[in-house]
């Protein structure tokens, strides 16, 4: 009998090239759920800017209502405020490097992002506009608190949000 031992053709030599392989893949595998992972991290200054605009936003519209011109506030201040910020999110993930795809996870994300950051937010916001209500608060400190809360609640969800990442990033490493 003879054996062939000029290419390794043997059960030993073909499972070696088997496991680089699959250890390459799995290296591939953690690269791309890393870059994911990163590319969802939202900058450190987007949660107190967001929360600054929609805080100031709240007051502004509440000053505008009251002087009965609340056409310029619906037409010109609210879509304004959302291209600025939609601008600022863009302009922060193209200066990282980093542009999501359009595709059905990205929506996925996105209504995730709803959940567990503007809706806490939002009944935060109720809650302390109701309280001041109840308490006897004019119409300008119910405001004035709800957007304060609403401001914070929405830099403390974008936190969060960041350092739920961030620990799955350590995991991964």
């Given at each position: ?6 290419g390794g053709g043997g059960p030993r030599g073909a499972s070696l090239p088997v496991d680089v392989a699959t250890s390459a893949l799995r ?147």
């Open positions: 009998m003879e054996q062939n031992t000029a290296g591939i595998e953690c690269a791309q759920a890393r870059a994911r992972l990163q590319a969802r991290l939202v900058p450190d200054w987007y949660g107190p800017l967001s929360g600054a605009v929609i805080a100031i936003y709240c007051v502004a519209a509440q000053r505008l209502l009251e002087a009965d011109k609340i056409l310029v506030q619906q037409w010109v201040v609210w879509p304004l405020a959302m291209l600025v910020a939609l601008a600022l999110r863009r302009a922060s993930k193209r200066s990282r490097g980093v542009i999501q795809s359009r595709s059905a996870l990205s929506g996925t994300e996105r209504g995730k992002m709803i959940r567990t950051v503007l809706a806490p937010a939002v009944a935060a916001a109720c809650l302390v506009g109701l309280a001041c209500w109840a308490a006897g608060g004019g119409t300008h400190v119910t405001v004035v608190a709800m957007a304060v809360v609403l401001g914070l609640g929405i830099w403390a969800g974008f936190a969060r949000h960041n350092t739920v990442i961030r620990r799955r990033l350590h995991e991964l490493a």
